[in-house]
């Protein structure tokens, strides 16, 4: 965390930041161990702050002691941000026995980041707690409206981890972290609908990239141009594409370079879609190699340049091993390398080889 110079951020807001990223949760524990002194409420809240000013200016040991005084007066912020720091260690060592207790402490007011914290310590089987905790106190934290939490459950009743594997109620938690518009719960629910209703699964996706996820996007573009399920939509099928590939996707920027190429998204442009054919290429995409390779030998949209497209081609061949099954350009990979190393001398072979 940051020291802040300006105007220190509200204690929700500071939380949140500290706290948000939890992604799993554990089982209700009752604690005996925190009796809450009689304490001024305002000194404990005051030291709650104090806690978190000191944590915000990088100053964990301080920050613990404060934080454990507050909690010990009932304050379950305190409770939470200790249980933190021990269990990240940041305080000098990590000691999840004891983060275990504070975070139940936060859990037997509802806390939700108390309740998270937990239940990833569940499942990562931490501090004496199992899979069937985490379940309990991500299904306490998923009603309390975290998203996370509601991911997180449906991964478990995906897997059967906890429980028993059952797939309605995994898309049900699924599709409560859609309704509450988070982008990660819809495209999760666009992949477990894509088998079995790929229009669903469609609307899953255009949720998810409407929020700004660019993958759900890419499949959205795909499913509108190949899905046979789908009723075909180009322009859709583009504009999805697009964003995608605007937003850094390596093979939306080849599939998308591929259309400016043909003249489907845009006028004919041989430049522009070189352009993206050399940036998917740059990202590691298998398909983006072999276009840009294949624009470098044809001097389409960029300088004629054999010893380079050579380059793409083998990086293209090589990438393509890693990926499963066939490749639809397999065959003019061949094609092109072979006609390639016809073209060139071998110390220039030699040399771009040295380079992979």
């Not at 949760?25 to 000194?43: H, Q």
Request: net charge negative.
């Amino acid at each position: 965390m940051e020291t802040q110079t300006g105007p220190r951020r509200s204690r929700v807001a500071a939380l949140c930041t500290l706290f948000g990223a939890f992604a799993l949760i554990a089982p209700f524990n009752a604690v005996t161990s925190f009796a809450a002194p009689a304490i001024n409420a305002a000194e404990t809240a005051a030291n709650f702050e104090a806690a978190l000013n000191a944590y915000q200016d990088g100053k964990p040991l301080q920050a613990l002691s404060l934080a454990k005084t507050s909690a010990r007066a009932g304050n379950s912020d305190a409770a939470v941000l200790a249980g933190h720091i021990l269990r990240k260690g940041e305080a000098g060592s990590v000691n999840l026995t004891e983060a275990r207790k504070w975070f139940e402490q936060g859990a037997l007011k509802g806390h939700p980041d108390a309740l998270v914290a937990l239940g990833e310590m569940g499942l990562l089987q931490q501090a004496g707690l199992s899979h069937k905790d985490s379940l309990s106190y991500l299904l306490r934290a998923a009603e309390s409206g975290r998203t996370d939490a509601m991911r997180a459950l449906a991964d478990m009743y995906r897997t059967g981890q906890g429980t028993q594997v059952n797939k309605a109620e995994s898309e049900f938690w699924l599709r409560k972290a859609a309704q509450s518009f988070d982008s990660k719960g819809a495209k999760a629910l666009g992949d477990s609908l894509f088998e079995t209703d790929p229009e669903a699964a469609l609307a899953a996706y255009e949720q998810a990239a409407n929020a700004g996820d660019i993958e759900a996007a890419y499949i959205a573009g795909v499913m509108y141009a190949e899905n046979y399920d789908i009723r075909p939509n180009e322009q859709k099928s583009v504009n999805w594409l697009r964003m995608a590939a605007e937003g850094g996707h390596p093979a939306a920027m080849a599939d998308y370079g591929l259309l400016v190429y043909q003249g489907v998204a845009s006028k004919p442009s041989q430049k522009e879609a070189a352009a993206w054919f050399q940036k998917s290429a740059q990202k590691g995409d298998s398909e983006g190699q072999f276009l840009y390779a294949f624009t470098l030998a044809k001097g389409e949209g960029v300088t004629q340049n054999f010893e380079e497209a050579y380059f793409w081609v083998l990086k293209s061949i090589k990438s393509a091993e890693t990926i499963q099954g066939s490749d639809l350009y397999d065959k003019d990979r061949e094609t092109l390398r072979t006609g390639l190393e016809g073209r060139l001398s071998p110390e220039t072979l030699s040399r771009v080889k040295a380079r992979l």
